[in-house]
């Protein structure tokens, strides 16, 4: 028992004359690290793209600082010690975890960002993870993890959608066919399906036998769900029949990544007057000395208009009046109508031709064209030779002989 108090006493003593330190550290509030906001590019990924997450992720902790009381307590009273220090919460990694979306860098390996830092309260830090989207259409949700040094740790699902809608070409109107002499409008529109807009879009038409004004049509941005009318026009490059399929090629960018849709159209050229000089009249025979008289009508059949068209003839064998007939513009459908005097310059007995041919441009492309001549045969007849003219005197005796045997009937009578 005397031993016991002995202790006790000696312990007491001790803590009486001995300074003890007692420390403690007490935060404000407990730092969290998370993810302040994220984006995609491309925003919407196509099967096989590849393309970047751009995250920043940020010390939501409102406590900059955390106080530090130390208290000694000696024999003689107890002294605090107050001390004031920064508050950094230590990133030991960031990684991207997924099953289904990769993330590698160029030596092949996953991207991790070991020891990225630390963050002091409000502070942030924006990394970059490249992104392989080799899967099918869908919605996917890879995982940020965030690793801190003596605190929570996060798990934030990033989605990521991959859909492969592309960027169409639409035919509005493609001829089946197209006149060997002139020019056809190919009318066509770019459709962006897509739910997020695409960049560098560029439209380019194909052919060994045709010529394209423009070559290509630059778009450039389409937003999501925008359509574009894209318009050619095509002009023959041979001078006879023939046929090919036209290929459009459409480029356009998601993100970085480069996709192509093609149309193709199979035209023929035809070797076909859509221009006609059609003959309305012509005299079978002109005599000698005569003239005579030609009437056509010239029908544009094209799909487009004309200008600068005029009507020529061709002949040796007459004096024409006029030399050609200026028309001008024609539109679609119209139909003007020419006339020629044709006056034989060869003796009679003889059969002569003359031609008529169409000149004209074609707006499409600004050329000049003819149709073929139309050729008509005429004969040259005699001279006709004029009944003589009779003289006033003889009209009056006339008349007077005709009097009196009208009289002389009448008496009879």
Do not use: C, W
């Not at 393309?51 to 600082?65: F, H, K, M, P």
């Amino acid at each position: 028992m005397r031993y016991t108090i002995l202790i006790l006493a000696i312990q007491l003593a001790l803590l009486i004359i001995a300074p003890t330190a007692a420390g403690a550290t007490t935060p404000v509030t407990d730092s969290s690290v998370t993810v302040a906001n994220y984006t995609l590019d491309p925003p919407i990924f196509i099967s096989g793209d590849k393309g970047t997450l751009t995250v920043t992720i940020i010390n939501r902790d409102t406590t900059s600082s955390e106080t530090t009381t130390t208290s000694t307590t000696t024999t003689t009273g107890t002294t605090s010690t107050t001390s004031t220090s920064l508050i950094k919460t230590k990133i030991d990694d960031v990684r991207l975890y997924s099953r289904n979306i990769e993330s590698v860098g160029e030596d092949g390996k996953r991207v991790i960002y070991d020891n990225p830092g630390a963050l002091s309260p409000g502070e942030s830090m924006t990394l970059t993870f490249p992104l392989e989207a080799d899967v099918e259409d869908g919605t996917y949700f890879p995982e940020l993890r965030i690793t801190v040094e003596d605190g929570i740790n996060t798990r934030y699902p990033i989605p990521i959608t991959v859909d492969s809608s592309p960027v169409e070409i639409i035919p509005i109107d493609i001829p089946g066919e197209i006149p060997v002499k002139g020019s056809q409008l190919i009318q066509l529109a770019v459709a962006n399906t897509r739910q997020n807009s695409v960049e560098s879009v560029r439209i380019t038409p194909r052919s060994s036998i045709f010529k394209f004004a423009p070559e290509s049509i630059f778009i450039g941005r389409m937003a999501q769900n925008e359509e574009v009318n894209a318009n050619f026009t095509l002009t023959p490059l041979i001078d006879g029949a023939g046929v090919d399929t036209i290929t459009f090629r459409l480029d356009y960018r998601n993100g970085d990544n480069t996709h192509v849709s093609t149309l193709e159209k199979r035209v023929e050229v035809v070797e076909r007057e859509d221009l006609r000089v059609i003959v309305v009249s012509y005299p079978q025979s002109i005599p000698v000395g005569g003239t005579g008289r030609v009437e056509l009508d010239i029908a544009n059949g094209r799909s487009s208009d004309l200008s600068s068209v005029r009507v020529v003839p061709i002949t040796d064998g007459f004096t024409l009046s006029p030399k050609e007939v200026f028309i001008g513009d024609m539109e679609q459908d119209d139909v003007f109508s020419a006339e020629f005097d044709l006056r034989p310059v060869s003796g009679p007995g003889t059969f002569e031709e003359v031609s008529f041919r169409a000149i004209y441009r074609d707006l499409g492309n600004d050329k000049l064209y003819e149709t073929e001549p139309i050729t008509l045969t005429i004969e040259i007849g005699e001279e006709e030779k004029e009944s003589p003219a009779l003289s006033p005197i003889a009209l009056l005796i006339g008349f007077v002989i005709a009097v009196r045997l009208i009289s002389r009937t009448r008496q009879h009578s």
